[in-house]
């Protein structure tokens, strides 16, 4: 220890140095007076400033979770079309699966209205939401049954429902579909008209008629109140596998067919790219309903008068189906 330091532990023996002395002059007047501290009040603070950040924060990511744990991911704030099932909105991507004996109903609209469609699947239906938008919708209806309406105000092609055998389109109706375990789709039309669209093709189905479509392709719709022949032949035509099948069917539908209507099943052999075929059916359909620029039956008229395409066909024909 040096001489300076002796002054600091015994001041009365050891003298301060001039330096020390000067110094303990000026810090004097900050020296304790032997006084007992006071204790220092508590001070009561508010809430900080920042608390309601942090808890509007926690209600926006509870809410998000929720979007997001319940139906797949968050709603698109500026979506106006929803899906709605017991009041709940449903999201792209999310399944419906009914296991209970009561049919669900889903409600399809504006803001949470039921304004555009409604939906009805039946107890082991299971339905994915694969898109919803104002401009379409598309569902994709694994196996089960479904019954839709679509309001005739939507745009064609708005609502669509896939299959393992193809897409149901609408064209602004009422119809029930059913898939079976094997994938095999039936669409029977209440209301209006839908399209059925596979792999190879497609078929044309109005209001009062049906089809079956399965992997293999699509059998020739025909009216639910047809003869039971036309009906069994009609979906026995899945199983045509050239030409020379299909010119029998064909034949043999020419036939039996006597009913006006029921030419909407000739008009989707019409539809083949195969001669023989063509020929036979625009013989059978000018025998039954006539050329439309050719007044009554005239087989001299008739011949000479312009060959029709398809869809001239369909023009002239579907007055008959409706």
Known sequence: ????????WDPDVHPADPEVAELERLLGRF???????????????GPSPWWWVAAAAAVVLATTLWFVLED???KPKDASIALLADGRVLAESSWVVVDTKRPQVLTLGRRAADDVGRLELTAGSR??????????T??????????AFVTPEAAPRFFQVGTPSGTCVDLGCEYDLVVDDAGEAHVRVTLGQIAFEFDRGDVYVPRGAECRVSTDGAGLPHFTDCDSMIRQVAEKYRGARNATDILGIAEFLCQIIDRKKDSLTLWHLLRLD???????VERKLLVLVGHPDVRGKDPDAIKGAAPLSDEEWRRHLESYWW
């Open 127 to 136: 339905l994915q939401i694969q898109r919803i938008g104002d401009d379409r």
């Open 138 to 147: 598309q569902l994709y209806l694994e196996r089960g049954q479904l019954h």
């Open 1 to 8: 220890m040096s001489e300076r330091d002796d002054h600091l």
């Open 72 to 74: 797949g991911e968050p």
């Open 274 to 280: 195969i001669p023989e075929v063509r020929e036979v």
């Open 31 to 45: 020296a304790h007076d032997d006084r007992p501290l006071a204790e220092p009040t508590p001070v009561r603070r």
